[in-house]
């Protein structure tokens, strides 16, 4: 079954070609991503209305990009599959749009998908995909979650954070640090070059005994640290403290994930959102995993930020689950949150 899918949720137009719902393992056959981050850097993040307008223009030219790269043509797509929310109603409408228009035109079905479901299931695109059951951490620019995965739709949510994602976390420190938008990537290259030990940052909620998390408080903990260190701060002083925020982040993420597999009993974790790009977190984790006897599951590093493939990926999923009915085009709707 070929699925063409759509990803606009944000600030991204990601669209790709994929081969799943048979028996063989899901196969990427391309994918093609516009990111807008460099129109959107002046004004410090994301214009809504902006990014809807280059969706418009963005959404057919990488269709007809992926469909070369696969040497596909339209005609063969099987199914469309598009992002349904939660993200920014404009931006959703246009693939939604795209989606069912295409749908209409080839006579073949649509499906919405949930955002964060693409986040989840894209480590089953990988080259080392996990195996149900699983404990996954969801960690992106608006969520962060643990989760218990028995199947497509069976998730059990274990915890999550009471108000900043730790996406958020990383993006607001950034802006601090005068890195700029998206800061996650930005401040973890600058960290490369500091000392993670050289302030002392609050590990919100780490000995609550729950699997919730809290990041509020670690923004405004950079906030006081670069208040002292005045309007001259060396460069270096810069470095450990994205280094310093980095290592606060990541100990929280690494040490709820642990408590969520001994407390489920688990033996597998799968990390997936923007935040899993993270080097860091992906080094402290696959060390702590590998000491406790866990396997540790990550999308590839391409599509751990948003993108089509693990859009057209989840409503594969979904159908064959049974847990999808492919709609006729017509009524395209968004749910944004
Ligand atoms: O999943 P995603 O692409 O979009 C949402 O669904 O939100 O996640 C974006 C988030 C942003 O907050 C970005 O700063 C963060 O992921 N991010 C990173 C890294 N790459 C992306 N954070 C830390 N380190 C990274 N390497
Ligand atoms: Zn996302």
Do not use: W
């Not at 033996?267 to 993270?278: C, E, Q, S, T």
């Not at 049974?322 to 749910?335: I, M, N, S, T």
């Amino acid at each position: 079954m070929l699925i063409l899918g759509f990803e606009s949720s944000c600030d991204e137009t990601g669209v790709a070609l994929v081969d799943a719902g048979g028996t063989a393992p899901p196969r990427l056959l391309a994918h093609a991503l516009h990111s807008q981050v460099q129109m959107h850097e002046a004004y410090g993040g994301v214009v809504p209305e902006l990014a809807s307008r280059d969706h418009v223009r963005r959404v057919l030219p990488l269709t007809r990009q992926v469909l070369t790269e696969a040497e596909r043509t339209l005609a063969e797509v099987d199914l469309v599959a598009f992002t349904r929310g939660p993200g920014l109603a404009g931006a959703l409408l246009v693939g939604s749009a795209a989606a069912s228009a295409l749908a209409l035109a080839l006579n073949r079905p649509v499906v919405g998908v949930h955002h964060l479901e693409g986040h989840l299931l894209s480590p089953f695109l990988s080259t080392d995909p996990p195996e149900f059951p699983f404990v996954a951490l969801l960690v992106s620019g608006g969520h962060t979650q643990l989760m218990r995965v028995d199947g497509v739709g069976r998730y059990e949510l274990l915890g999550e954070t009471i108000d900043d994602a730790a996406g958020e976390a990383f993006d607001k420190s950034a802006k601090l640090l005068g890195l700029g938008y998206p800061g996650g990537p930005a401040l973890a290259r600058l960290a490369e070059f500091g000392d993670a030990q050289a302030f002392k940052l609050p590990r919100p909620l780490l000995h609550s005994g729950d699997l919730d998390f809290s990041f509020s408080g670690l923004k405004t903990a950079v906030r006081v640290q670069l208040g002292k260190l005045g309007s001259n701060v060396c460069e270096q002083g810069r470095a450990d403290l994205a280094a310093s925020t980095q290592a606060a982040i990541v100990d929280v993420l690494v040490a709820k994930s642990m408590a969520a597999l001994k407390a489920s009993g688990l033996r597998r974790l799968v990390v997936a959102g923007g935040v899993g790009a993270n080097l860091r977190l992906r080094a402290l984790l696959d060390e702590k995993c590998a000491r406790r006897g866990v396997r540790v599951h990550y999308p590839e590093l391409a599509l751990c930020t948003d993108n089509g493939a693990m859009i057209a990926l989840a409503a594969a999923m979904r159908v064959q689950a049974g847990l999808a009915r492919p709609q006729a085009a017509g009524a395209f709707d968004v749910l944004p949150r």
